[in-house]
């Protein structure tokens, strides 16, 4: 299973930019990252993913490194609906496509 | 669209009982995985359905699991008898069919809580 890093926790001031930084040395030519998050009492939901490019969506931004050994989800401006624990993972649709789950980063928003 | 349903929502059963939980997914969703959650640890992967065949099932515990998906739509994940570490929330995902080139988002269910006491 391809391993990820991240930081247990982060905090944020509201409506500022969030940096969210994932480690993934060991990573394979054919491993998408996809980034999910978990609200509190609620399942896992989709945020976003990439394989080389630099990924926009109406969520987050999702800078991948030129290496792909690292990765950094981007919250534009973060409100206190994004506090969270974010997930990067690994996944390889040629290996059946499920996720293994990191301990994530928690994620505080200040007002 | 309805996402991902599952039932119960909560469920608190004695040690030795049995408990069936269902997932539905996504209609058109040939992807069916569980996962669970035990009090503490990570999110692990339990079992993934391609319609109704085991794809992988190697993240099944032991033989007091057992998953169906008989038609390729709902799936249960029973547990029998059950114990006091099975207690954890259990999240039911889907996800359409891919090509090996391609690689789509898995919707998850709000999952169901089981408490084995």
């Known amino acids: 299973d391809a391993k990820t890093t991240q930081p247990n926790s982060m905090e944020s001031n509201e409506e500022e930019p969030v940096h969210l930084p994932c480690n993934h040395s060991?990573?394979?030519?054919?491993?998408?990252i996809h980034w999910y998050r978990q609200l509190p009492s609620q399942g896992p939901e989709y945020v976003i993913h990439?394989?080389?490019s630099n990924v926009n969506n109406r969520m987050a931004s999702l800078a991948i490194a030129e290496d792909r050994k690292s990765s950094t989800l981007i919250l534009h401006r973060a409100t206190l609906r994004d506090a969270a624990v974010y997930y990067c993972?690994?996944?390889?649709?040629?290996?059946?496509?499920?996720?293994?789950f990191g301990t994530g980063t928690s994620l505080t928003v200040i007002p | 669209e309805a996402g991902v349903t599952q039932f119960p929502s909560h469920s608190v059963i004695e040690k030795g009982q049995t408990v069936t939980l269902r997932c539905d997914p996504i209609s058109g969703h040939d992807n069916l995985y569980w996962y669970r959650r035990v009090m503490g640890k990570e999110i692990k992967f339990l079992l993934h359905f391609v319609k109704e065949s085991k794809q992988d099932e190697s993240g099944m515990p032991n033989n007091r699991f057992l998953a169906e998906r008989t038609g390729g739509t709902y799936s249960t994940l029973k547990v029998q008898p059950a114990e006091l570490e099975d207690s954890g929330v259990y999240f039911c995902?889907?996800?359409?069919?891919?090509?090996?080139?391609?690689?789509?988002?898995?919707?998850f269910g709000q999952g169901t809580r089981l408490t084995v006491v």
């Open positions: 990439g394989l080389t």
């Open positions: 995902a889907s996800s359409l069919r891919t090509g090996r080139s391609r690689n789509t988002e898995a919707f």
């Open positions: 993972i690994l996944r390889n649709p040629n290996t059946g496509n499920q996720f293994y």
């Open positions: 060991t990573i394979s030519g054919t491993d998408y």
